[in-house]
């Protein structure tokens, strides 16, 4: 017989009122853990606060997590769901720090925040993706982080052009300075970004009046259409979600026409309805020059 009642599991299909959204998420993450037969490998010397690969024998996919302090916002997973949820947790993840408290000789791990040997930066997982710097102890880059990072480690708004100069000086003081993989990709999000504004600067100078909508396809566009396509370049993904009938395939296939010219994009992939693809290949053949396959 069991000591206690068990917790009672909240709702799939409906937030209680007691929690925030952000917190439902979680708790329905944390139940859907614990009904799993996840194994975990330990992939290093810490029994706590390690890498681990998590495998599921029934979709037989495997993920890696890092428990990188007894704080939930420097935990990472590499599975899609951690990515974009926003929480900084996910099944994984719950269910291998559930796993580690389970066991007694772990408990003082969980009770003191954990002081790593090496310095490194990771992301922090919220509603906005972080670069943060943890500082091993004794560890001192000469005052090279300030003004760049806050009390907290976490990059300032603005700097993200910095990064690489840093990383260059850490590793030249601490030689087993770690930039994590997601950091990696965050900075090259932030060029990309960077490089896709550049962009619009040059090729929209004046906005929706720019003289490259002039012959960009084989219509006029409305200012409208001209301010969705000049989002899209910027944004790089965006949700176009005018109204019926006003035009968002001819604002789709000039941006796709922008990309081409300038982005050094090679092929399209449209993916629509079945009754809709003769249709997308009569509009691209009509308003540009450019070859359509369809894929029965």
Same mark, same amino acid.
């Given at each position: 017989? &069991?000591?206690?009642?068990?917790?009672?599991?909240?709702?799939?299909?409906?937030? %209680?009122?007691?929690?925030?959204?952000?917190?439902? =998420?979680?708790?329905?993450?944390?139940?859907?853990?614990?009904?799993?037969?996840?194994?975990?490998?330990?992939?290093?010397?810490? %029994?706590?606060?390690?890498?681990?690969?998590?495998?599921?024998?029934?979709?037989?996919?495997?993920?890696?997590?890092?428990?990188?302090?007894?704080?939930?916002?420097?935990?990472?997973?590499?599975?899609?769901?951690?990515?974009?949820?926003?929480?900084?947790?996910?099944?994984?993840?719950?269910?291998?720090?559930?796993?580690?408290?389970?066991?007694?000789?772990?408990?003082?791990?969980?009770? *003191?925040?954990? *002081?790593?040997?090496?310095?490194?930066?990771?992301?922090?997982?919220?509603?906005?993706?972080?670069?943060?710097?943890?500082?091993?102890?004794?560890?001192?880059?000469?005052?090279?982080?300030?003004?760049?990072?806050?009390?907290?480690?976490?990059?300032?708004?603005?700097?993200? $052009?910095?990064?690489?100069?840093?990383?260059?000086?850490?590793?030249?003081?601490?030689?087993?300075?770690?930039?994590?993989?997601?950091?990696?990709?965050?900075?090259?999000?932030?060029?990309?970004?960077?490089?896709?504004?550049?962009?619009?600067?040059?090729?929209?100078?004046? $906005?929706?009046?720019?003289?490259?909508?002039?012959?960009? !396809?084989?219509?006029?566009?409305?200012?409208? =259409?001209?301010? $969705?396509?000049?989002?899209?370049? &910027?944004?790089?993904?965006?949700?176009?979600?005018?109204?019926?009938?006003?035009?968002?395939?001819? *604002?789709?296939?000039?941006?796709?026409?922008?990309?081409?010219?300038?982005?050094?994009?090679?092929?399209?992939?449209?993916?629509?309805?079945?009754?809709?693809?003769? *249709?997308?290949?009569?509009?691209?053949?009509?308003?540009?020059?450019?070859?359509? !396959?369809?894929?029965?």
């Amino acid at each position: 017989m &069991e000591s206690q009642a068990k917790k009672k599991k909240v709702p799939y299909y409906k937030k %209680p009122e007691r929690m925030s959204l952000e917190e439902w =998420q979680t708790e329905l993450r944390r139940q859907f853990a614990a009904d799993q037969k996840f194994e975990v490998k330990n992939m290093g010397d810490h %029994p706590v606060f390690s890498d681990f690969e998590v495998y599921n024998p029934e979709s037989d996919k495997s993920y890696k997590v890092s428990v990188r302090d007894n704080k939930s916002s420097f935990d990472f997973c590499a599975c899609p769901d951690f990515k974009i949820n926003g929480l900084g947790t996910c099944k994984h993840i719950e269910y291998v720090v559930a796993d580690l408290r389970r066991l007694k000789r772990n408990h003082k791990y969980f009770k *003191q925040n954990h *002081q790593p040997a090496y310095s490194s930066l990771s992301i922090h997982y919220g509603k906005e993706r972080r670069i943060r710097l943890k500082k091993a102890e004794g560890i001192s880059f000469d005052g090279f982080e300030s003004g760049c990072f806050d009390d907290q480690g976490f990059l300032l708004p603005g700097k993200t $052009g910095f990064i690489e100069t840093f990383i260059g000086k850490a590793v030249e003081i601490d030689p087993g300075f770690r930039v994590y993989p997601d950091v990696l990709d965050l900075i090259r999000e932030h060029k990309e970004a960077e490089r896709r504004k550049e962009l619009v600067n040059r090729l929209f100078p004046d $906005g929706i009046n720019s003289g490259i909508f002039g012959g960009l !396809i084989n219509t006029d566009l409305y200012p409208y =259409q001209k301010e $969705g396509v000049i989002r899209i370049i &910027e944004a790089g993904r965006i949700l176009l979600a005018d109204e019926m009938g006003l035009g968002k395939t001819i *604002q789709a296939i000039a941006a796709m026409e922008i990309f081409a010219r300038f982005l050094n994009v090679k092929r399209v992939l449209i993916i629509c309805p079945t009754s809709l693809k003769y *249709q997308w290949k009569r509009e691209i053949e009509k308003f540009t020059s450019r070859d359509v !396959i369809i894929v029965e």
